[in-house]
């Protein structure tokens, strides 16, 4: 059974710093990864997915990496704003393209 | 576009009644899925569709059933209101084909309480 973790549940870093973010997966069979952002009462916007073949993708100030082999997704954000203050969730997608396992979050405040 | 829509945004039952909520998209995406998400909790996916006609249970399907009639609709529906059912509901979509995996779209939710 698939199981993806992301640590630290909750990240508090001031605005210009750059971050990473980390998800961890158990199975390494997967058809792609997926990283999102939630907003309070809101629901998910998908930030980056990468192919089960793809090494990174990059959107704006955000990078995303995939290291299959050892179970591990990391985004990057650099400079961070008060803007980006969001719960991020990573999701892997296995056994089948409805199979999709999402992580708990990390819940990110930027402090101006 | 519209992209995918719930209704209602909010509800409260009473235990042991029934309703459906409602969810629709624009995009014309093969793959429908229901999630629910409770307090400190990843995304639960209760059941999923991966074309009209064709659904199949997730990981939590019980207390709660789906259909798929068009490309378009994906209703859920809770037969017997249980207080476990209390939570998020979110319906997403995507399109999803040999090499042309696309991310999910979300709709922006149904928060529902059983009281």
């Known amino acids: 059974k698939q199981e993806v973790t992301q640590i630290p549940a909750a990240l508090s870093v001031p605005e210009g710093e750059n971050l990473v973010l980390n998800c961890s997966f158990t199975?390494?069979?997967?058809?792609?990864l997926q990283w999102f952002r939630q907003d309070p009462g809101k629901g998910l916007t998908s930030l980056l997915l990468i192919q089960s073949s793809q090494r990174e993708q990059t959107s704006g100030r955000l990078n995303a990496s995939l290291d299959k082999s050892s179970g591990r997704s990391t985004l990057y954000i650099a400079a961070s704003q008060p803007g980006d203050s969001a719960t991020y969730l990573c999701a892997v997608t296995s056994g089948g393209y409805q199979k999709v396992t999402f992580g708990t979050g990390t819940k990110l405040q930027v402090i101006p | 576009n519209a992209g995918v829509t719930q209704t209602p945004k909010f509800r409260i039952l009473k235990i042991g009644q029934s309703m459906t909520l409602q969810c629709t998209q624009d995009?014309?995406?093969?793959?429908m899925y229901w999630y629910r998400q409770d307090p400190g909790m990843g995304l639960k996916l209760i059941y999923y569709s991966v074309g009209a006609g064709i659904t199949d249970k997730g990981e939590v399907p019980n207390g709660y059933n789906v259909s798929r009639s068009t490309t378009e609709d994906f209703p859920l529906r809770l037969e017997l209101a249980a207080p476990s059912q209390t939570s998020v509901y979110f319906c997403?979509?995507?399109?999803?084909?040999?090499?042309?995996?696309?991310?999910?779209?979300f709709g922006d939710g149904t928060r529902l309480s059983i009281l």
């Open positions: 997403a979509s995507s399109y999803s084909g040999q090499g042309a995996d696309k991310p999910q779209h």
């Open positions: 995009m014309n995406h093969n793959y």
């Open positions: 199975d390494s069979a997967i058809y792609n």
